[in-house]
């Protein structure tokens, strides 16, 4: 029997079983009705509270300063004071840059102190700036790059780039000296995350793919009323290749409700976790199965999401599922793309 065929074998058992469980426990969904007006109320005691504490900050300390999504973080919507917006370039001053792997850097951008980038995850920014291209001509070019860093942080927001030798946005960040300055614009939405809005999200990231997955994972553990179970498949070329490990690590030792699991091409001399591309196998037992409830990101280079679940069409948003997740049984609801293609 083939892997595809044995998970599909194994999920049906695992889909009778707790059919059965159902029947033999049919005060099971009353008990969960329960638990839901419970949370109604303690909503609104939160609310009742919340508005209080509102009322008080507003009369006594500054009319005009507000920390933007400290209640309900990730339900933010684009940032209030137009820190970005999509019609018009800003620009932004580099406060900071840190190495974190042998091509990748973090660049830090300055705000206002009292101001937050305040864009909702998931999204991304563009960056234009003037290059020389291959023919010798000044030309201004835009990428795309996803902020990492928490979203309601006040004063700076940064980003992660991977420099490749013959990039002409990355080479030029790279040269940027602090103090100098980038034209940005956003946020793009790609996904609009509401709290809860799915019980387990799996996340398959590869590479810088990773950010976007970060941005989600940041949003979620940072938000106490988030209770979203979060289990997240890396892969990456090589051990020394793997971006965040020592924060994943940390976040999941903290975190019940998130799981990380690794899988490199080229292993190294301390092996962990898996070894290959992600397959159905590490998908199966790694992240939650074909579910209403479940909700599969899958964020890369497109070499990535081809192999895991198509390619990202476009014209019709994450197009269809094929690939790895389309043999375990995911359906197109159950499934979103983010391609990092250039
Ligand atoms: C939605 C979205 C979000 C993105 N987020 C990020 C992010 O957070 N961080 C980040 O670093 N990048 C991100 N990217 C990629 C980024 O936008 C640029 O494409 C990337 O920085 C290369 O641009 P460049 O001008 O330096 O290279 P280019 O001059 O455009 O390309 C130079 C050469 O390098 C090749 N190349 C491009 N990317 C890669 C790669 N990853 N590995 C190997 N070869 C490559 C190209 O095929 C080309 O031959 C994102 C892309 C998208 C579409």
Known sequence: MGITSKIKESYKERLSSKAAARQRHPGTGAERASGDLS?????????????????????????????????????????RNNVLNMKNW??????????????TRIFRFKLDPRESLGIPPVSHLIVRAEVVNSRGRQEKISRSYVPISDLRA???FDVLIKILPEGMMSQRIARLNLGDSLEMRGPVVEL????????????????????????????????????????????NESPEDILFKEKLDKLSQSHPNFKV????????????????????????????????HT??????????????CGTKDKERYSGQVLGLLREIGYKHEQVRKFSLAC
């Not at 809860?196 to 996340?203: C, D, P, V």
């Not at 950010?211 to 997240?232: C, E, F, G, H, R």
């Not at 699991?261 to 074909?290: C, N």
């Open 295 to 308: 909700l599969i990101l899958v964020s890369g280079p497109p070499k990535l999401i081809d192999r895991v």
């Open 192 to 235: 609009q995350y509401k709290v809860n809005m799915k019980k387990h999200l799996g996340l398959i990231a590869g590479d810088i793919g990773i950010t976007y997955m970060l941005q989600l994972i940041n949003a979620i553990m940072s938000n106490p009323k988030d209770n979203t179970q979060v289990s997240l498949l890396y892969e």
């Open 39 to 79: 949370g109604i109320a303690d909503n609104k005691r939160e609310l009742a509270f919340a508005v209080m504490l509102a009322l008080v900050g507003i009369a006594a300390i500054y009319p005009a300063v507000y920390y933007r999504g400290s209640s309900n973080p990730p339900e933010l919507k684009a940032s």
């Open 154 to 156: 006040a004063g700076y």
């Open 261 to 292: 699991f690794y899988t490199v091409i080229i292993a190294g001399g301390e092996r962990q976790g898996g070894q290959g591309h992600v397959s159905a196998d590490m998908i199966y037992k790694a992240l939650p199965h074909p579910s209403s």
């Open 90 to 103: 800003v620009n932004f001053t580099l406060q900071e840059s840190q190495r974190v792997a042998h091509n």
